[in-house]
């Protein structure tokens, strides 16, 4: 399978009455079953779904290329190697993202200890390193100088921060899935870390309100301070 060329795919019927969260969930339970049951199809749908968002995921956390293309190919065979072994009951974007997470972590951290670098590695903060990240990338139609402005606020953001701005806004996982991604002890925590990223984006973006806000905050409402 070529990592470069993947395209999602919505291959399965879903309930016409649901939210597409709902769809989406349904649709994901379906492919997890094939996946446990080892259906090479099912592996191969849920594969075309994710490969791409996960790729995208990694390329936020570092820019080299091996690790977030390996760190995928190592995901998906664990999936295939252990699947007799997954729990029926996950929610299956999360467990995704969770478990793509802590092998591109593993894989930073045995090519900077194979680079012979000697700085102590944090598990957490030091990961999101990509010194250009996508995460604040807004559509070409608007002015260049409002893009600088969002690029720039986002290097006040820490790498956790980054993060959980990027998987709550870009990638919808809830208070909860992003507290399985990130390895959080509870959900209270990943809301607090939430609230703090954006306070600061808050501060910093304050007096470009009218040109940005629907691009970075529009999925928030009554939590903000601006």
């Given amino acids: 399978m070529n990592l470069r060329n993947i395209k999602s795919s919505n291959p399965l019927k879903t309930s016409l009455g649901a939210s597409n969260e709902e769809r989406e969930i349904l649709e ?14 099912s592996i191969e749908l849920l594969y075309k779904k994710y490969a791409s968002a996960l790729c995208k995921y990694g390329f936020q956390i570092t820019k080299e290329e091996s690790l977030v293309y390996d760190s995928l190919q190592d995901t998906f065979l664990y999936l295939i190697q252990k699947s007799k072994k997954l729990s ?18 593993s894989a930073i951290k045995a090519s900077r200890k194979s680079q012979e670098k000697t700085q102590p590695i944090s598990d957490h903060e030091d990961y999101f390193e990509n010194p250009e990240p996508k995460l604040f990338s807004v559509n070409e139609s608007f002015r260049g100088q409002v893009k600088d402005l969002i690029l720039a606020a986002s290097t006040q953001l820490t ?34 870390l939430l609230y703090k990223s954006i306070d600061i984006l808050s501060v910093s973006l304050k007096k470009y309100k009218s040109d940005i806000w629907p691009l970075i905050l529009f999925f928030v409402s009554g939590s903000l301070s601006l």
Avoid: P
Wanted: proline residues 0%.
């Fill in 28 to 41: 994901d339970d379906e492919i997890w079953k094939g996946v446990i049951s080892k259906d090479e199809k």
């Fill in 159 to 192: 790498a956790r921060q980054q993060e959980v701005i990027y998987l709550h806004f870009y990638e919808g996982l809830s208070y909860q899935d992003i507290a399985e991604t990130m390895q959080f002890q509870n959900v209270k925590s990943a809301r607090n």
């Fill in 88 to 105: 029926q009951k996950v929610h299956v974007k999360a467990y995704l993202y969770a478990c793509y997470r802590r092998r591109l972590l």
